[in-house]
């Protein structure tokens, strides 16, 4: 079994550190390559994630040829007359994220069978707003065997409100409408730079997207579309998790190419702590205090600040000196990493939604293991300042959403290896 052993106590970062393209941009985007009938689809800046291989091993199960070039981080797909309707247990039960297939198979031939996602770890996450949304633009949607299943003759343009701005609701809907006739509204959309993201490449495809990256999107329907070219944006949740790693060390880390307005919550939050953050022409650069004030954070759908910053945000809440609360308003059940931290040390009341954490009261290295993906970094985080030896576990979480973290954090100084070979998927 993989593990990350970090000597912690008297890590201080200090260096440059280089962002690979987000996850959770390129996985829709991945989807989007369902669209085209026409023409090769390119996508730079791939990041090299297990999710990445999941969802390329949809696309190709769709009938839809598709190359990876890693040392180029590049994925290359070329569009298909002939699209398959199903996407199966086998891989959709690897990743929630998979459930975004439904809107574009569904607008390329009438007819979708998608394997239901279930929860996760962090919540039940379910689907009703996909559902609602897809079924306001005509689909008839049932569900048996363990399937969702979605058909429709034409699908129309709509208005549709969403109850909850859902991410991956906004992306399957927006995604379904690009190929239905007339226009479609979505009020109440997600605004997260990874939905522009998507609205950018579909447009660059031929679709007619306005309004991405504001609470109302517009989606006019168009006849087919192309194959275009694009480079995912960075990915703002691993560039966060380096801003904290630098703030919580002590350290003076230059995240290259970070991008402000992105990250604008948890910068605005790491002021309050003592921080200093300066934009440079290259990134910004993070320098932590001696000591970190304490701080609230409550967690919002963007721009506020993003339950996927939430459980690294807590380690350097722990690190602070004096009292700081968590209010997780995302997801029912993310706070499991701050179990595996008290086993470090940690002082926290947990009650529903809210943590309470006494921070600055130190820490020791203890066997830890990550329960999810943004857990699995928490940990690491808290193990670079904890005295003596911390073991993190459990790493499938990290190699779905972070591309070499422990060689990163090395170059920049923490005392961090790897053991039982490398990542999962390289
Ligand atoms: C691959 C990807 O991009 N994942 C991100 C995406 O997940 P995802 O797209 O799954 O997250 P959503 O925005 O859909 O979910 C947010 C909340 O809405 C609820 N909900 C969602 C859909 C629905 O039909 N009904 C419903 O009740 C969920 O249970 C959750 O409580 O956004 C989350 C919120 O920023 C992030 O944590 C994930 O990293
Ligand atoms: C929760 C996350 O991802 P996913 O929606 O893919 O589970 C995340 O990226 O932190």
Sequence with gaps: MDKIIIKGGKTRLNGQVEIEGAKNAV????????????????????PILSDVYTM??????????????????????????????????????QMRASIVVLGPILARNGHARVSMPGGCTIGSRPIDLHIRGLQALGADITQNGGFIEAK???????????????????????????????????????????????????????????????????????EKMHGASHNVVQDRIEAGTFMVAAAMTQGNVLILDAVREHNRPLLSKLSEMGVDVIQEEDGIRIIGPETLKPVNVKTLPHPGFPTDMQAQMTAAQAVAKGESTMIETVFENRF?????????????????????????????????????????AALILLGMVADGVTTVGNLKHLDRGYYKFHEKLASLGADIERTGGESAHV
Excluded: C, W
């Design 27 to 46: 996985l829709p985007l991945l989807a989007a390559t369902i669209l085209p009938e026409e023409g090769e689809t390119v996508l730079q800046n791939v």
């Design 56 to 93: 390329n091993a949809v696309v190709k199960h769709l009938n839809i040829p598709l190359t990876f070039d890693e040392s180029e981080k590049k994925v290359t797909t070329q569009a298909t007359k002939d699209v398959a309707i199903e996407a199966p247990y086998e891989y959709v039960s």
């Design 152 to 222: 429709a003759d034409e699908l129309h343009g709509a208005h549709f409100y969403m109850d909850f701005p859902s991410v991956g609701a906004t992306q399957n809907i927006m995604m379904a409408a690009t190929l239905a006739k007339g226009t479609t509204t979505l009020e109440n959309a997600a605004r997260e730079p990874e939905i522009v993201d998507l609205a950018n490449l579909l447009n660059k495809m031929g679709a007619n997207v306005k309004g991405a990256g504001t609470d109302t999107i517009i989606i006019k329907g168009v």
């Design 336 to 376: 499991q990493h701050l179990e595996e931290m008290r086993r470090m040390g940690l002082l926290v009341d947990i009650s529903r939604n809210t943590a309470i954490i006494q921070g600055g009261t130190g820490f020791t290295g203890a066997e830890v293991r990550s329960t999810d993906l943004r857990a699995s």
